[in-house]
């Protein structure tokens, strides 16, 4: 396989720092560097504080791989790129504890289109919106082929329902409370 980064405009890591979990994308093709973020930050001050050295790091080290793996002038470009903080509709800042599902949000809506394009589906407020997708990415978490448990994990869901049923109504909150008895 023929492999060139040169083919990409947008690259993409995931970054946990201080409990917290965000997307940084490089646009390649014109030298920008970006923090796609749940939270709401009102200064720039508050961003640099926010992120501190993380956001420089890696765009130090991704260069320096682009370098070193005969990309000279991508990875200069990467060097040179500016960190921008973006500003979105649907940053929150009353939520601290949901950034993996805004991330895992992030990641699967985000193509390298125009920000004030970006559709995300997400409300600034409610938790409705929240809750379907912690039961989305922890379902296809617990059930992908990739789970080593997959199986074990199935079997005890199977379980579960089937015990649940037999009482009638399968309450959801106890389904959940009472999971590791299955």
């Given amino acids: 396989m023929n492999f060139s980064w040169t083919k990409y405009d947008v690259v993409s890591f995931l970054v946990y720092a201080d409990k917290d979990y965000y997307l940084v994308c490089f646009e390649l093709k014109v030298g920008k560097m970006f923090a796609i973020d749940s939270h709401m930050h009102f200064d720039e001050q508050e961003q640099i504080d926010k992120y501190g050295d993380a956001l420089v790091?890696?765009?130090?080290?991704?260069?320096?791989?682009?370098?070193?793996?005969?990309?000279?002038?991508?990875?200069?470009?990467?060097?040179?790129?500016?960190?921008?903080?973006?500003q979105m509709s649907w940053k929150t800042s009353t939520n601290k504890d949901d950034s993996a599902i805004y991330l895992m949000r992030h990641m699967e809506t985000y193509m390298g289109q125009k920000l004030k394009d970006w559709q995300l589906g997400l409300p600034t407020r409610g938790l409705k919106s929240l809750q379907i997708l912690r039961a989305?990415?922890?379902?296809?978490?617990?059930?992908?082929?990739?789970?080593?448990?997959?199986?074990?994990?199935?079997e005890k869901t199977k379980n579960h329902l089937i015990a649940c049923s037999k009482n009638g109504k399968i309450d959801v909150d106890a389904l959940i409370a009472n999971w590791d008895k299955y």
């Fill in 136 to 154: 989305k990415y922890c379902t296809a978490l617990l059930i992908s082929d990739f789970n080593c448990n997959c199986e074990i994990v199935k």
């Fill in 57 to 86: 790091m890696l765009r130090k080290f991704f260069s320096s791989y682009l370098s070193y793996s005969g990309n000279a002038k991508l990875g200069n470009a990467v060097k040179e790129s500016k960190i921008e903080y973006q």
